[in-house]
Nanobody, 125 residues
Framework: QVHLVESGGGLVQAGGSLRLSCAAS????????FGWFRQAPGKEREFVAS???????TFYADSVKGRFTISRDNANTVYVQMNSLKPEDTAVYYC???????????????????WGQGTQVTVSS
């Protein structure tokens, strides 16, 4: 069973930075894709970025390209470094993981089997 725990959210001024962490535990992550999604009040959950555990391929939503960077370390933690934050980045951010997700399906929440509890990011103007 894969277990995900996010941390690192908080309140930051526009233009600032935050780094979110997703600590993952489980028997194996081979062929898994890890994704970050976010959900603002009254809006649907939307894709932010993803990272394939085996190949290291990354994808980003157009709204965060050039500002956010997804990465992992050797201790089974996936990060998203968020720079130049904007008020519209305010949302609850979720870490998710799923096996055998093809590239076209990476932005689809229902392709991810495992989800963390979420962490709030608030960007003030």
């Amino acid at each position: 069973q894969v277990h995900l725990v996010e941390s690192g959210g908080g309140l930051v001024q526009a233009g600032g930075s935050l780094r979110l962490s997703c600590a993952a535990s489980g028997p194996t992550f081979d062929y898994y894709t890890f994704g970050w999604f976010r959900q603002a009040p009254g809006k649907e959950r939307e894709f932010v970025a993803s990272f394939s555990w085996t190949g290291g391929h990354t994808f980003y939503a157009d709204s965060v390209k050039g500002r956010f960077t997804i990465s992992r370390d050797n201790a089974n933690t996936v990060y998203v470094q968020m720079n130049s934050l904007k008020p519209e980045d305010t949302a609850v951010y979720y870490c998710a993981a799923g096996p055998w997700i093809v590239d076209d399906d990476v932005p689809l929440p229902n392709r991810y089997y495992h989800w963390g509890q979420g962490t709030q990011v608030t960007v003030s103007s």
